[in-house]
């Protein structure tokens, strides 16, 4: 399913943008969390403080007030307020989120059922929360707005170099041999990377690496330079679905997209394929993971970031319609484990191509 160092990398203090701007339109789900649970951790201090002032108005005292900053209970550095009246770690949300690479629709889906799966697995109070683009889920897993992300190959390597200590935990077994394929117009006679020159061509996302990275590495490798090869500067969709149907309605003449998408677009039969065909398949390489940032077990309690990892790789679709309709959107049966050295290769192609710096 599944962009340089473009994304807002501020947090903290009064200086911090608003929480969740960068995930999508509206209220951030954790910003949302706080402000709803405030007035139930502070209604012992808020009253304490009221005797006080009561106490000092009735003695003719005239000391002014304690200050708004005095007054607040410090915030961790998720996000979550801390404290002794701060909510215990069984209070608090653990966010997931993934790349948008496919419809609103299939990914609200698939992560909402992902949610509930972890919940009930974990003990955690697990919810989900969508982002805008790819650039955003980096930056909120920098904020700590977000937990436990499925990342791409080339996101996951930007959030490793974000957020020291954050761990790739699982991928589906295909993600260790992933691919990338280039479609084109059904009625041109492509057969190679090198019957593209002069065409149109879409990529999809900019930071996607099976949809962007990968494909203008091995464009790269055939004596294609994108940027001045194509009919045209080539496009970005911003997601796999986008890409085919483009390709598809005559919008571009060819593309290149994640082999997963494509290939479960053909099982349900939602490609017209008297306009538009396959004609090239990419050399494997690592790509799409679940990756948790390192400060869970602070967060949310010991032990955390194993409970994760076992529910992940334990998952299987006996375990319920909710396990079983989540696998079946990630188009898996199962999570096998990865580490964080998996993506170096990912990381020297993105350094080598200048969109990682």
């Known amino acids: 399913m599944p962009s340089g160092a473009r994304t807002p ?5 009064a200086c911090r943008r608003p ?7 509206g209220t951030s789900p954790a910003a949302t969390e706080r402000v709803r649970h405030l007035p139930r951790r502070w209604l012992g201090a808020a009253v304490l403080a009221w005797a006080a002032l009561g106490l000092l108005g009735c003695a003719g005292g005239s000391a002014a007030a304690p200050s708004a900053a005095k007054q607040a209970a410090p915030a961790s550095a998720s996000g979550q307020v801390a404290g002794a009246s701060a909510a215990t770690a069984a209070d608090r949300v653990l966010y997931i989120g993934g790349i948008p690479d496919q419809s609103t629709a299939t990914l609200t889906r698939a992560f909402e059922g992902f949610a509930r799966y972890l919940s009930g697995r974990t003990g955690l109070i697990v919810k989900y929360a969508p982002a805008a683009d790819y650039a955003a889920i980096v930056t909120a ?3 700590g707005d977000v937990h436990l992300v499925w990342f791409g190959g080339l996101t996951g390597v930007q959030a490793q ?3 020291p200590g954050s761990e790739a935990l699982a991928q589906r077994p295909r993600d260790a041999e992933f691919h990338s394929k280039f479609i084109v117009q059904a009625g041109l006679p492509a057969q190679k990377l090198t019957d593209l020159k002069g065409l149109t061509f879409t990529f999809g996302s900019e930071s996607s690496t099976s949809g962007h990275l990968m494909p203008r590495y091995f464009l790269r490798q055939a004596g294609i330079d994108p940027d001045k090869d194509f009919k045209g500067k080539p496009n970005f969709s911003g997601s796999h679905d986008k890409t085919w149907k483009l390709v598809e309605t005559g919008a571009f003449q060819a593309g290149a997209l994640n082999e997963a998408v494509w290939e479960s677009a053909l099982k349900d039969n939602k490609v017209d394929l008297t306009k538009v065909r396959e004609f090239y398949i990419t050399p494997a390489y690592y790509d799409y993971h679940w990756a948790v940032r390192g400060d869970v077990d602070q967060v949310f309690g ?3 970031k194993e409970k994760l990892r076992q529910a992940l790789l334990g998952m299987r679709p006996e375990h319920g319609p909710e396990a079983q309709e989540a696998l079946k959107l990630f188009a898996t049966d199962r999570f096998i484990e990865t580490k964080n050295e998996n993506y170096d290769g990912i990381r020297q192609v ?3 191509l200048g969109i990682l710096r």
């Open 302 to 304: 010991a032990a955390t």
């Open 350 to 352: 993105a350094l080598q």
């Open 141 to 143: 897993f920098k904020r």
């Open 9 to 13: 990398e501020r947090r903290g203090g």
């Open 161 to 163: 170099a974000a957020v």
């Open 19 to 25: 929480l969740g701007a960068e995930i999508r339109a």
